[in-house]
């Protein structure tokens, strides 16, 4: 018999200690790789381990995120968190529990088939045996490998998964409790702002000390390696001051200032790029059909997390210790190590949570700031927190993207040949790889960079990532314009290139739908067989009494989209209800999803919700504006969408009780949101508006045009 | 160094500042230990650190401490604890109301401002009343409904 295929995340960290441990009595202590963002993968681990261990969930701590005596799974990013570190956990305590049961029946002298599991005690044909977890604790070794021949639960089994769990994070966060990084509070620590390179290459000319020390109102001190600065003191409030005041007593030298015409998406047509094409050639003469062929496309993004960064560390005895709220406190530790020039054994990352991130946004960067200037200091704990405008000006931005879909239409009005031709930045600048960490290109002596790679399609596709639509269409192919320099530093977002990739797509069946001159729904259940695809299409159809061929262009309008995340996590259907006259009013949202077996049914809708809202604002609102430099610094240069903006919003899951395995849900509903929306305004205007975000401009424009 | 006297939670206090200009939340924050109060943009725009001073809602992330010598401020400490909480508290527990969480300080004190003049607040009361809060997460319809609740089981005890 062949060995079973350990799950990703359990293969790469195969000994069961990495996971699981009985501490003390009564008590089991759960390590997971995944960090709690805000989107409670915390507590929906502690569902999977009280499961398969049959505890009940109360006797579950679940530590997270550290480099030491932990399972390393990378980032926590991709809604892979429940879909793959989640079934590790659940393999890692059904293998734990199955060492037990055999330990105990041989000392029972009794089959393990004999025994059964009730909240961490031994039962035999339903009598106590007097044995448990913690009697046999200290008899088994756990510092072996996971065999994965451990039965998982059966559905019908599961006692928490399935089951809306309350959030063990929250209730800090609710009485004002020392929930983040940003609360922490070090011994002797002392309080720092960098004085960032405004860019890759500028170099700093003169610093006016004098002016610094009387902006700051208080004690501070520079240090400094190269063109890496930092304003350091024990009073928050003065480093504070003289941070913000440096932009005018720092002078740098090679600053880049960026235009207006490098923010829009048609300016990466003009750039060097790599091209990939995945799928067949794109067939030169039409066959005979009718062509489509329509431009979509989407600005530079920022994550916006509501908190700007903040990082601590500590040089002590010749190890670094550093405190983050980054989604990988391992590659991060192999990127500081690098750049240190620092061994990995020497460094332990903690992480510690933050604001909701969404992606690769300034954590790691303040994280290494905090590090640097820790080694310059040795022995004094530093805490850095960046400014509003530094983490809105510095943190990496979402690519902006432009899509090209052609296709070939055939006798019924169908596609029968789809080309998704992209041109993008590259969606995955996290540090490592070909990309330093924002101190890094500031310090001296650093090793050159290879060429950074895209997020491989193994792993969802960056730019690429939901172009190929789901639909059934005879040839399909992507060509991908990677484009090498973009005017801001660019990496992971909420979903990378699925947002624009699936607004393109979307958007295009609608049009395909209307030449063909039907409905919509209709038109995208005639080309899809994928049975859960239907399932929520015709779900969400449903819910929202949609009216097939209800007659648009009033300004009210209806739109409905699909996608089924990296065409391998959640099938996700989104209707959208609006209104538009110079400005777009959401009046109501349906969504229908399937994410195989839900483990937090609860969780899983706000997450849903959450990317509705997310993708809303923006399609809605959101675009990096550059003018000399990055020219939205805050919330009145890079507006969000407000609470009086947000629709009511209804979610159905469905079959969250299935035996099917668990979907990726937390990046599922942005795609079909962004594109419903982009249907939804069509149908209202009797105008296709191609390029986010839909603002009022381009909205006057398009109907000025008409 | 100057002294300024106001009160917190109920409590009188005392600091003493190299710069009067200190902003308010600096001062609970790293002066008064009391973290619950976040920073989010120092630029009272974005509402994390939304307290009531005599009972009114402001953002205190630059308001300098010496504007507010004498006056009562409120934080999200004062609202309640685990073991007592504030009926909007409890709402937002029993409607998950948020997902990073780093926003919800500010908007439990807007939401106690606003049902303290308006008892009965429709949605888009609610709404209006959270506007100057940003919530980047998109937990905004359970935060809605969470006040919505808080309203009632406050009308019911009133």
Sequence with gaps: MNAPVLPGPLNDNPRLDLWVSFPESGKVTINTGRVELGQGVLTAMAQIAADELDVAITRVTVRSGVTDGMPNEGYTAGSQSIQFGGLAMGQACADVRALFIARAAKILACAGDELAVRDGAFFRNGTATGQDYWTLASAIDLSVNASGLARRKASADLRFVGQSSARSDLPAKIFGDDAFIHDMKLAGMKHARVVRQPNKGASIGTIDEASLRRAAKGAIEFVRSGDFLAIVGDNETAVELAGAAAINHVTWTNVETPTPLQQEANWLLQRPVIDRLLGPPEPSDAQGKQRFEATYSRGYLAHASISPSCGLAQFKDGHLTVWTHCQGVFPLRAALARTLKLKSDDITVRHVQGSGCYGHNGADDAAADAAVIAMLTPGTPIRIRWRRDEEFIYEPKSPAMLVKVRALIDSAGKPADWTAEIWSGNHNGRPGGGNALLAGYALPDQEPLPQANEVPEAAGGGATRNADPLYDIASKRIVHHMVTETPVRVSALRGLGAMPNVFALECAIDELAERAGVDPVAYRLSITTDMRARAVIEKVAAMANWQANAPGGNGAGRGIAFARYKNRAAYSAVIVDLEVDEEIRLRRVWCATDGGLIVNPDGAVNQLEGGVIQSASWVLKEQVRLDGGTASFDWDTYPVLKFSEVPPIDIALINPTSSDMPLGVGEATAGPTAAAIGNAVSHALGIRLRDLPLTRERIMAALLKE | ?158
């Design chain 2, 1 to 158: 160094m100057t002294t300024i006297e106001f009160s917190v939670n109920g409590k009188p206090v005392s600091v003493a500042l190299d710069n009067e200009d200190t902003p308010l939340l600096d001062v609970l924050r790293n002066d008064l230990g009391l973290m619950g109060t976040r920073f989010g943009c120092g630029l009272e725009q974005c509402g994390c650190c939304m307290v009531l001073i005599d009972g009114q809602p402001e953002k205190c992330c630059a308001k300098p401490v010496s504007s507010i010598a004498g006056k009562n401020v409120t934080t999200v400490e004062g609202l309640g604890t685990p073991d007592a909480p504030h009926p909007l508290q409890q709402a937002f527990l029993d409607e998950q109301a948020g997902q990073c969480g780093y926003c919800l300080s500010g908007i439990l004190i807007s939401a106690k401002a606003l049902l303290a003049v308006n008892p009965s607040p429709t949605r888009t009361e609610i709404a209006l009343a959270l506007d100057g809060n940003i919530c980047r997460c998109g937990s905004h319809n359970r935060i809605l409904r969470a006040v919505e609740k808080a309203a009632a089981v406050m009308r019911v005890r009133a």
